[in-house]
């Protein structure tokens, strides 16, 4: 492992320590709880999709049936397969009934755990080779294509998904190698995933099952005239984080915005919700091979990014831990940060490059992903674009991954076409003319980069020691990151968390533990 | 006075645009690329530069003069001219003139997500070294964060009696601000709270001008501080006294 930066290893192992401490506490809450987005993910992974007369989703429906006349602290799986077992239908004809309300989940006698597990079989098996068939395709085209150091990554938000297409088509063309299609503003709060292709979207566009695959099949196509893999990015933060999950699988997405603690202090989600359902989800991007994408780039747009620099530090080592729980590797952890430093501050570059190279250092096998400034950019488009030249050289010089290219116009537009194509080209000179600089350039012992390291690599051992002697909660009740305070029994989406009875079962979690007890 | 863009010589009328044009050769392009910045106004348009961006896209950097000149004296200023007045000295004319801390609520409202421009005007912390309006003596600020509903926002400033309501859009796309900062003030109305509150606008996209028209006290685009807006407020509740 590399050590320019002369970190100190024992601070770094017992960051580690008190990380496992405060999530075992978490876990608590996970292990005997589960969400409505859960049991609806548990349906659409067994192949429910569609939406009925009223346009809402079936698996919504199905759930929301048996809250209201049933006990949902079973699991939609108890109650899905008895009315299969009972009525004898394949899921297809059920699922057509169902939307003729000819057949229901709820005035049908239960079945035992084991016959649930038995008739659904099938069905898991089903979604799991496709999911497992996606990863393959993906891991070999990487494999044959070649896979980049450093991947710049771009965003597309037109809010028509045809129209997206075009934008990020000529993204890839210009060198681009991940497309992020944002979602519409607000769809974070939808207690719901839209169904079919959409065309309309504020901000960006819906993230729908058929968006995903239409884009899939795109950027599959322009990748295969350029030769290279172009990966496709969603979100999947907000209140239906494993439903996205379970749609990204299913049509070959290859990464996913999926903090641990993201929609908690930026969206108001309650927290229990969140926790529960970023660890399902994530057994989900495990299991298809998805990278995570973690949001601690978004504490330093809302705080000062020098002197909070610690608590994305300590964040990242509490979402590694949650990753490690939901069994994903480190080579699938894109931790979060950002190039966030006030410009007009003396010796700013060098702090941005402390940050950047200590995060490489202390997470050497995870795709970090390293986020443009944003905050201090103006209207000043030739400002910008210095500014994103030094962000792209620091990413370049300590070796970032995923590398989300800053706009000139920030702030003003959606990125035109040229403005798309003026960030790839600087990124690509910058890759060009600095090929070699990360191997040349070592840092000065006990210098201002070294010095800064150090720095916050003490002040997050010292939060992470408070957080773990107090609780996680707490600190989230507290406003430790980004200053912003949740309480443990507000936000939304609380009416959605529910305790798991005794005979609760979920044939999709028990599958997975399965799949990651195999390997 | 009557002015023209400065290039190297006094009056000579440079200007520099670029653009994308949808064709697909070099030559055809600067003839078209001319065109443009023909039918624009420009004098002796120079295409000095033109990249293939994307197959059948070009992107054009061209210089020219303007022939015309611009009378400046009948124009109208688009930001709001106040008295500069720095936090200390706002903090003591709310002492001076209110025997009573003054509630500031502010909010992203809407389905806009982001908190950039409310943080900046009032976050402790501040921007750029402004510090937010969570610090002044005499402000109790409020910060409901962003995806605020105007209901939910109406509901909380009627609960906390606020004097002022700041609201932040940062999202312009297919003009959804305006659509919800207008659905705001006829909300206002309806409750029949409007005339109770000093109601401004905020964000990258926010005009003065922009902003009376829909109904506002005021507007505060970029380049605006806590300062300018707390200075704004307070001389507003001043007159409202």
Redesign the interface.
């Known amino acids: 492992m590399e050590n320019k930066l002369m970190l100190n290893q024992t601070m770094i192992e017992e960051c580690r320590t008190f990380a496992k401490k405060i999530t075992d506490e978490v876990e608590k809450v996970i292990k005997v709880r589960s969400t409505l987005t859960v049991e609806r993910t548990v349906l659409r992974l067994l192949g429910v999709d569609g939406i009925n007369q009223f346009d809402e989703p079936i698996p919504n429906q199905m759930v929301d049936e048996v809250v209201h006349n049933g006990d949902i602290s079973k699991g939609i799986s108890t109650y899905i397969a008895s009315a299969l077992y009972h009525t004898k239908l394949s899921l297809a004809d059920f699922i057509d009934q169902y939307k003729k309300s000819e057949v229901n989940l709820t005035q049908i006698p239960l079945i035992d755990s084991k016959k649930v597990r038995v008739v659904l079989a099938p069905y898991i098996n089903q979604s799991f080779e496709k999911i497992s068939k996606n990863k393959v395709l993906r891991e070999t085209l990487i494999h044959n294509y070649g896979k980049n150091l450093t991947d710049l990554y771009v965003i597309v938000a037109t809010?028509n998904i045809y129209e997206d297409v075009i934008q990020a088509k000529?993204a890839a063309?210009?060198g681009a190698d991940i497309i992020a299609v944002i979602r519409?503003?607000?769809q974070?709060?939808l207690d719901y995933v839209p169904f079919g292709a959409t065309t309309e979207g504020?901000?960006g566009t819906f993230a729908t099952q058929e968006n995903f695959k239409i884009m899939r099949k795109a950027l599959d196509e322009v990748g295969l005239e350029e030769k290279r893999y172009i990966k496709l990015v969603n979100y999947a933060s907000g209140l239906c984080m494993p439903e996205i999950a379970a749609m990204a699988a299913l049509e070959r997405l290859d990464v996913l915005l999926n903090d641990s603690m993201y929609g908690i202090i930026?969206?108001?989600i309650n927290m229990q919700r969140t926790f529960i359902d970023q660890h399902f989800s994530r057994m989900i991007n495990a299991y298809a091979g998805i990278i995570i994408n973690t949001g601690e780039d978004n504490y330093l747009?809302?705080?000062?990014a020098y002197s909070e620099a610690h608590t994305v530090l300590a964040s990242q080592f509490i979402n590694e831990e949650f990753a490690f729980r939901a069994h994903l590797k480190e080579e699938l952890m894109g931790l979060g940060h950002a190039f966030e430093i006030?410009p007009?501050i003396k010796d700013s570059f060098l702090y941005e490059v402390a940050q950047a190279e200590m995060a490489r250092e202390i997470f050497p096998n995870a795709p970090l992903k390293y986020m443009p400034p944003?905050?201090?950019i103006?209207?000043n488009i030739f400002k910008a674009y210095q500014q994103n030249t030094l962000f792209n050289i620091a990413t370049h010089l300590t070796g970032q991954s995923i590398h989300l290219l800053g706009m000139m116009t920030e702030?003003?537009?959606?990125p035109?076409?040229?403005d798309r194509?003026?960030a790839i080209s600087n990124a690509k000179m910058i890759q060009k003319s600095m090929a070699s600089i990360r191997e040349e350039f070592i840092f000065k012992k006990d210098g201002i980069i070294q010095n800064r390291a150090s720095e916050v690599l003490e002040k997050a051992h010292e939060l992470l020691g408070q957080i773990a002697s107090n609780s996680l909660f707490k600190a989230l009740e507290d406003g430790i990151f980004a200053?912003?305070k949740r309480p443990y029994e507000g936000g939304k989406g609380l009416g959605g968390v529910f305790v798991k009875s005794k005979d609760y079962v979920n044939v999709v979690f028990d599958a997975l533990e399965v799949k990651f007890n195999e390997n | 006075m009557k002015i023209r863009p400065y290039g190297d010589t006094s009056h000579d009328g440079k200007v520099q645009v670029s653009f994308t044009l949808p064709i697909s050769t070099d030559g055809l392009g600067i003839s078209a690329a001319k065109e443009l910045a023909k039918k624009m106004g420009l004098v002796n348009p120079q295409v000095v530069h033109v990249e293939d961006i994307h197959e059948g896209y070009r992107f054009f950097v061209v210089y020219g003069s303007v022939p015309f000149e611009i009378e400046i004296d009948t124009l109208k200023d688009e930001e709001i001219e106040n008295v500069s007045l720095s936090k200390e000295e706002i903090e003591e004319m709310i002492s001076k003139n209110f025997n009573r801390n003054l509630v500031f609520v502010g909010a992203s409202t809407g389905s806009d997500a982001h908190t950039v421009g409310i943080d900046a005007i009032m976050n402790m912390k501040g921007y750029a070294g402004h510090y937010g309006l969570e610090r002044y003596k005499g402000i109790q600020a409020y910060n409901l964060g962003s995806q605020v509903e105007n209901e939910e926002f109406v509901r909380f400033a009627r609960k906390v009696k606020a004097d002022v309501l700041l609201v932040s859009q940062t999202v312009t796309q297919k003009d959804v601000h305006i659509k919800n900062l207008v659905n705001l003030v006829e909300l206002l109305e309806a409750e029949n709270m409007r005339k109770d509150v000093i109601l401004i606008a905020g964000g990258a996209r926010i005009t003065n001008e922009l902003a009376k028209e829909l109904g506002y006290d005021g507007g505060f685009g970029p380049r605006k501080y806590a300062e300018d807006v707390a200075a704004f407020a307070v001389e507003r509740l001043l007159e409202k006294k």
């Open positions: 809010g000529a063309k210009a519409s503003t607000g974070s709060l504020f901000g930026f969206r108001d747009t809302t705080s000062d006030d007009e944003t905050k201090h103006s209207g702030a003003i537009h959606t035109f076409l040229s194509y003026l200053g912003v």
